[in-house]
């Protein structure tokens, strides 16, 4: 019977090292992989949140201003009307979730407002095989509509005295929502009737 030589045991020995070490830096790399994607995952999580978070907070604002309009029968142009989009309440948001807020613009339209915000997760990529990222952060962006749902409306001038006393809103989804601008109901019944918040592709 033919005995294997010593030397080829130790010709292979490298070749056993170089697969192995092969072996470990696609298991490394893999893991970074993973890693990179669950933070960019955290990441969006956050800018969605803090995206819907301001356009909310927005909605909420937007009260006074909505039922000021009513009596000088300036709706058409309230709705058209820029607005301080709320960064404070988005920047809370990405933080609550472990994110920076890098950005917060909104961007308006006739009856269509949106709020687009830029975060950035707070933990590094950090991995030891692929150079760089040890500052390499997750980025996202989200963008929050606002849509005012209820173009159909009218104003009844109840007592003949040239003074709206009641506005009628017929909405897409069916709902009528009704507002005495002298009594209105409370805006956080209403508004969610009014205006559709919702995360829209950017």
Do not use: H
Request: aromatic fraction near 10%; hydrophobic fraction near 45%.
């Amino acid at each position: 019977m033919r005995t294997r030589q010593r030397g080829d045991v130790g010709q292979a020995f490298p070749i056993y090292v170089v697969m192995v070490a092969g072996l470990l830096f696609l298991a490394f790399a893999f893991f970074a992989v993973g890693k990179a994607s669950a933070l960019r995952n955290g990441s969006q999580g956050a800018a969605d949140a803090a995206a819907l978070a301001a356009a909310q907070r927005a909605r909420t604002e937007m009260g006074p201003g909505f039922i000021a309009s009513l009596p000088g029968n300036t709706l058409e142009l309230f709705l058209g009307s820029p607005f301080a989009p709320p960064c404070a309440e988005a920047e809370r948001l990405a933080s609550a979730n472990r994110a920076d807020q890098r950005a917060c613009y909104p961007v308006y339209g006739y009856l269509r407002d949106r709020i687009t915000v830029e975060v950035e997760g707070r933990k590094p990529v950090d991995s030891s095989v692929i150079p760089g990222t040890q500052n390499t952060f997750a980025k996202a962006k989200a963008t929050a509509l606002i849509e005012f749902r209820c173009p159909n409306w009218k104003a009844v001038d109840a007592n003949s005295d040239g003074v709206q006393d009641l506005f009628i809103f017929t909405c897409s989804n069916g709902r009528v929502v009704k507002i005495v601008p002298g009594s209105p109901p409370p805006w956080s019944t209403v508004s969610k009737v009014l205006f559709d918040v919702r995360l829209v592709d950017q």
